[in-house]
């Protein structure tokens, strides 16, 4: 994270490896849920350190969902109690801001300190059989490094003056006083996360005199997201850029990338789904939908769409995957592939671009797109799904005119 | 008015029909809600001769039911749409246009309205097809009956 003009992360789920693996050089990072370092320790830290080692030398940041512990869990998944276990939550823990006292406040920054210092220790027992996966002769787990960055558990807060807001708060100074007795060299970035995107620009600047964030706001869809959200998201980024503040985006789409020219340092999203989250959703995971890329609208449609689309030589793309199959015909890894060749590329060509270049050059692709719908001898079921399916882009023109003017 | 309040009393009817057409032989297996893209199909059929053909059955919500059965199309020998009520011919003319067939069921008869065309998919797909419905059958909980 904030490492270079714009850090392409990926958040790590298991299914993932195959692609992470093979794509290493279309990525900058990957994000590993708490969950997953967690429960699936020597599994993920394997081959999470494997890679780590490897001559990519990818770093990873481990992201403690502690949002999973605002709410009640009825029905808690092992990962849930695994991280639990490892944040020091108490088992009749219940989930309010009179439960953080100052003990278990001290209690949590210091073992999450512990389990990000001690991760090499303690996930690499399957360092070996994750290191020749990778291909790569003698590497070694001491080559391997620790989380790139500490990210103290954080809670969603809706302004300054929520409760969450301050135990947030505690929890991010004791976890940097925990950090400085434990691994002083260990940098500590605050979790900005709130469901209100119109809240983020006032609570970034009530933390104006720290000089990284990474912002979370739930549920802010790309897609979805009424023009207001994504105006005032952009508009905190601009804002943060102003005061001096480096933000990275705990996830992100499309939409995220072209925020780059407005200061947003990079971003993390999941392989093939994960570009949002609803923060009352963390307990519910499982294997993302088979859902294609689609290139010239920057989102995932269903295969079946995409083959139509491609099937009348619209959108053809030329990554490494696709260049020999068309949608229908790809199987889940490929899939995966094609997704993060997609991003990649769009960070590559788009991350640079200024709003005002971004927005005349997602205008002409899409007038591009409809033209070529529009005049396609495509069945009339298919084309209107097709136009359904970009309609999200003069959505985003409006968005980005209100961040231009 | 329809005497049907669920999708589910479409069943017998069709397939009663679908006996008496002879569009079943001996050997004809049928696989009920068989996941496909992201999707459940509601009836599927498959002859001796591997001839596969999908049926999204709808009360209302014809379109939604036509979107579905043009997904079927891609990789289904035929693919219908069976329905209580009588489409409109703008509705019919975009079945007709997608190469779905469309099967009316009332409390009366069962008709078909439009023929879906035979159309084979690429190889790759029948393949996946072929294998998705063998894992399927192997799979499946809900009972898969062989016609005599």
């Known amino acids: 994270m904030f490492q270079g003009p714009f850090s392409h992360y990926l958040s790590y789920g298991a299914a993932d490896q195959e692609t992470v693996n093979e794509l290493r050089e279309e990525y900058e990072g990957i994000l590993v849920p708490g969950t997953v370092a967690a429960f ?4 993920t830290g394997g081959f999470v350190l494997a890679l780590s080692a490897s001559t990519a030398q990818i770093p ?3 992201d403690p969902r502690s949002p999973l512990f605002q709410q009640p869990l009825p029905k808690p998944k092992k990962s849930h109690e695994s991280l639990k276990h490892i944040l020091g939550l108490p088992p009749n823990y219940l989930p309010n801001v009179e439960s953080f006292n100052a003990d278990l406040v001290s209690a949590i920054a210091h073992n999450w300190v512990k389990f990000n210092v001690d991760y090499q220790d303690q996930a690499g027992g399957k360092f070996s059989k994750y290191a020749k996966r990778l291909g790569e002769d003698g ?8 989380p790139h960055i500490i990210l103290p558990p954080y809670f969603v807060a809706n302004s300054t003056d929520d409760d969450w807001w301050h135990v947030s708060g505690r929890i991010f100074s004791a976890t940097c006083a925990a950090a400085s007795e434990i691994a002083a060299d260990k940098t500590c970035v605050q979790v900005v996360a709130t469901e209100q995107a119109l809240q983020l620009d006032a609570l970034c600047e009530s933390l104006q005199e720290q000089e990284e964030l990474v912002l979370w706001v739930s549920d802010l869809n790309d897609i979805r997201s009424q023009i207001s959200d994504l105006v005032a998201y952009g508009s905190a980024i601009r804002n943060a850029k102003a005061r001096g503040q480096s933000v990275f985006g705990l996830y992100g789409g499309f939409f995220s990338v072209l925020l780059a020219s407005s200061g947003l340092s990079g971003m993390s999203h999941g392989i093939g789904y994960g570009e949002s989250r609803n923060w009352v959703e963390l307990p519910q995971s499982g294997p993302p939908p088979k859902r294609y890329y689609l290139p010239s609208i920057h989102r995932y449609v269903g295969q079946e769409l995409a083959e139509q ?23 889940y890894h490929e899939i995966m592939k094609h997704s993060v060749y997609c991003r990649a590329k769009e960070v590559d ?11 005349e050059r997602l205008k002409n692709e899409y007038f591009s797109f409809t033209g070529s719908l529009e005049s396609s001898k495509m069945a009339k079921v298919y084309k209107q799904q097709a136009e359904n399916a970009a309609s999200h882009i003069p959505m985003w023109l409006s968005a980005l005119d209100g961040l231009i003017s | 008015m329809p005497r049907f309040t669920s999708e589910e009393q479409l069943k017998a009817p069709l397939l009663e029909w679908l006996q008496r057409r002879r569009r079943f032989n001996e050997g004809t297996y049928t696989l009920e809600e068989m996941p496909w893209f992201n999707r ?4 599927v059929t498959i002859s001796p001769t591997r001839l596969v053909t999908a049926y999204e059955l709808k009360l209302n919500s014809f379109r939604r039911a036509v979107e579905q059965a043009a997904y079927n ?20 003319s975009l079945a007709i246009e997608a190469k779905v067939g469309v099967i009316l069921v009332t409390e009366v008869e069962v008709v078909e309205l439009v023929v879906s065309p035979l159309v084979r998919s690429q190889k790759e797909v029948r393949r996946s097809l072929l294998s998705a419905i063998r894992g399927y059958k192997e799979d499946v909980s809900r009972p898969v009956f062989a016609l005599p």
């Open chain 1, 139 to 146: 590497l070694d787990l001491k080559a391997a490094s620790p």
């Open chain 2, 40 to 43: 459940k199909i509601d009836l």
């Open chain 2, 73 to 92: 199309r891609m990789a289904f020998d035929r693919a219908y749409v069976v329905t209580a009520s009588r489409p409109s011919d703008k509705n019919l």
């Open chain 1, 349 to 359: 060509e788009w991350g640079n671009l200024p709003l005002e270049a971004s927005r």
């Open chain 1, 60 to 62: 990873y940041v481990i």
């Open chain 1, 309 to 331: 689309i491609w099937q009348v030589g619209i959108d053809r793309c030329t990554c490494k995957i696709c260049s020999s199959k068309s949608p229908l015909l790809l199987d």
């Open chain 1, 40 to 43: 699936q320790k020597e599994g």
